[in-house]
């Protein structure tokens, strides 16, 4: 496995410089864009890293599968009744679709939806990125996870678009907290710091039918888990989530900061950055690498 990723990071690295940092949130336009690393867990507990597996990047929309988790360990099938689980077709950040769909978002993993999830666990909890951050402190293993404050305060500064889509579904009734307030907490978990190793760490449960076996947590059963799965293979690369079925195979995670994670159901967790952005919004070499080594290992659950 270690020569196979190390072999796996040579051949898409050619592809460093053909994408695009995201530069919409400014405080991510800085980041350097030569930069790749892998990290995969196993079920076992063995660990494998290659390239850039320790530096960390903000998680962004990756931080959506924390937040649902979260939604779904206290509320269960209750959320659906406010957002659905069908892919949506559409770029993230569209508002088209929340507008004719009368303010009822189509997943919990684009923009709209996810506010709608962050706006239920405002209901619920007193402090929601302090309660996040440590559930994800826990699944990682790493107490020093943290959120990044001056990517959030960037994000926050350029939040028309997000605004825009909390506004219009509370005009729809589907919004029940201080959108400001709630606006505030979403940036927060998107920002959260973290590298490959934490994030495949803090996605084993979902190889694991639920159970976080280094925090002793079953953190969903054995149902939810497959069902947060297909939602993530669904809906996980928004517009793309197809793109990444025909290529890759697994259910699998992006976000804006370049990171991917992938999960290969009884068997391994898979993360992957490289902060390169396609058209898309989904890392460019982060892609490739996941297509060569579930190629390469025959990990595609199709
Ligand atoms: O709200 C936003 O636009 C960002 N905080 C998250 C977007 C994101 O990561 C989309 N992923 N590919």
């Known amino acids: 496995m270690q020569a196979l990723l190390n072999e796996v990071l040579d051949q898409v690295r050619p592809l460093i410089g053909k994408g695009k940092v995201a530069d919409y949130i400014p405080a991510l336009a800085d980041v350097p864009a030569d930069q790749l690393g892998i990290a995969v867990y196993g079920n076992d507990g063995e660990l494998f890293t290659a390239g850039d597996a320790q530096t960390p990047f903000s998680i962004q929309s990756i931080s959506k599968v924390f937040s649902l988790v979260q939604a779904i360990q206290h509320s269960g099938e209750a959320i659906w009744e406010r957002l659905g689980h069908e892919p949506s077709g559409q770029p993230f950040n ?8 009368n303010g009822r978002p189509r997943n919990p993993f684009i923009n709209a939806g996810a506010l709608v999830i962050s706006d239920i666990n405002q209901s619920r909890f007193a402090a929601p990125v302090l309660s996040m951050r440590d559930f994800v402190r826990r699944l990682s293993g790493n107490a020093h996870v943290a959120v990044d404050n001056r990517i959030a305060e960037s994000e926050y500064q350029h939040r028309a678009r997000n605004a825009a889509m909390a506004y219009l579904m509370q005009s729809f009734g589907n919004f029940h907290n201080d959108v ?4 505030r907490g979403y940036f927060s978990h998107c920002a959260l710091s973290m590298n490959c190793v934490d994030l495949a760490k803090a996605f084993c449960f979902l190889a694991n039918d639920g159970f976080c076996k280094h925090s002793g947590e079953q953190v969903l059963s054995v149902r939810q888990t497959q069902q947060v799965n297909s939602i993530m293979a669904t809906s996980g690369l928004y517009d793309e989530a197809g793109n990444f079925a025909y290529r890759v195979g697994l259910p699998g995670k992006s976000g804006v900061g370049g990171g991917i994670v992938a999960v290969v159901p009884g068997q391994y967790t898979i993360c ?14 982060g892609m490739a690498a996941l297509e060569v080594l579930s190629e390469r290992i025959g990990w595609s659950v199709f």
């Open 94 to 101: 569209s508002l088209l679709q929340l507008e004719l769909e």
């Open 272 to 285: 992957v950055w490289s902060p390169e952005l396609n058209a898309a919004g989904n890392s460019l070499a």
């Open 180 to 183: 400001e307030m709630v606006l």
